[in-house]
């Protein structure tokens, strides 16, 4: 059975911005990848026939890492990010886009990669992520 633990958003941010001082921002793409591999553990879970998108969105909510998730046809906007942090310069929800990216592709079985082009950190009113090259 697997084991879960709680980290704070404060925690996360200070995890992402220690990261940041590092490697600048090279380690979004590993944030990135790390959010891809969650989702794929998620995905494991699926039952058949079971919706991607309506199943990993509950596991984003009940986990914490949204408030509330949109799939769209062009990708998705989510609300409460636990990765944002008002006042930014930068988007930062590089995990939550590996996430909803995976996810997508268990929905539509072909590679997808979002990115974030409205951000809470930035001072967007809510995260949109959307198809890389507008596909």
Known sequence: MARFVKVSQQELDSVRKLYESVMSYACHGLFFREGMV??????KNLALGED???????????????????????????????????????ETCHRLRGILSKLLEAKTR??????????VSTGGRECVFEREGGA
């Open 38 to 43: 969650l989702a794929e553990e998620v995905t």
């Open 52 to 90: 991607p998108l309506e199943f990993g969105k509950k596991v984003i909510l009940e986990r914490g890492w949204a408030e509330e998730v949109f799939f769209t046809d062009s990708g998705a906007r989510v609300r409460g990010s636990i990765e944002a942090t008002p006042g930014g310069d930068v």
């Open 110 to 119: 072909h590679r997808v990669r979002l990115a974030e082009v409205e951000c």
